[in-house]
């Protein structure tokens, strides 16, 4: 199997992607956990942000030119309130944080290393910036007798710790969105991950 090409881009370089990663999120986080009922016209505006933000990066896997997976990062300021208010809360500065948005990898292309690349490449941005002490994402939290969850899943919390990334219990957000099955939007809580970036 060829090598995956890697990519990051920053600031108005993101717009010419904002579809492609658009399309990714709807497909990867109709998966458990996220069973995502996502809808592309309100992806491609929720990604606007990042196209806005000169400092905001996304760091795409390419497979013979197409899009096959994508990670994005945007500094925690730039990020909205709802992301901000844990951190408010626990008394860390917004301003010193980098916060990583998702990871999305079409699922044949797991397994070959990409998931590492796409934390090597938003930590060495951020670090390049300057003036961010922390890395940080969130996940979404599912009771682990979740029925709806897979015989065959595994979740990424390995991956995680071994990158030196801590869970950090009581940092959680609520975000709204519609999952399969339902008729509405509803909230999920996820909790926050950390680590030093120093």
């Given at each position: 199997m060829p090598a995956l090409a890697v990519t990051t881009v920053s600031g108005n370089d993101i717009a010419p992607w904002l579809a492609?990663?658009?399309?990714?999120?709807i497909a990867v986080f109709r998966d458990f956990p996220y069973l995502y009922d996502g809808?592309?016209?309100y992806e491609q505006r929720y990604l606007a942000t990042y196209a806005t933000c000169p400092r905001?990066?996304?760091?795409?896997?390419?497979d013979r030119g197409r899009v096959v997976g994508a990670s994005t990062g945007i500094p925690l300021?730039?990020?909205g309130d709802a992301f901000q208010a844990p951190f408010r809360a626990r008394g860390i500065d917004v301003d010193r944080v980098f916060y990583f948005g998702e990871s999305v990898l079409l699922p044949g292309y797991r397994g070959r290393g990409i998931g590492h690349r796409f934390f090597d490449e938003r930590?060495?941005?951020?670090?390049r910036l300057g003036g961010f002490d922390l890395a940080a994402f969130a996940a979404v939290d599912r009771d682990p007798d979740d029925p709806r969850r897979p015989p065959d899943h595994r979740g990424n919390e390995t991956f995680w710790h071994k990158r030196d990334y801590v869970r950090q219990p009581g940092?959680?957000?609520r975000l709204a969105w519609k999952e399969l099955g339902e008729p509405d939007e509803t909230e999920k809580p996820l909790t926050f991950w950390l680590r030093p970036l120093r």
């Open positions: 492609d990663v658009a399309r990714l999120r809808e592309e016209t905001a990066v996304f760091v795409l896997a390419f300021r730039d990020d930590e060495a941005h951020a670090r940092m959680t957000m």
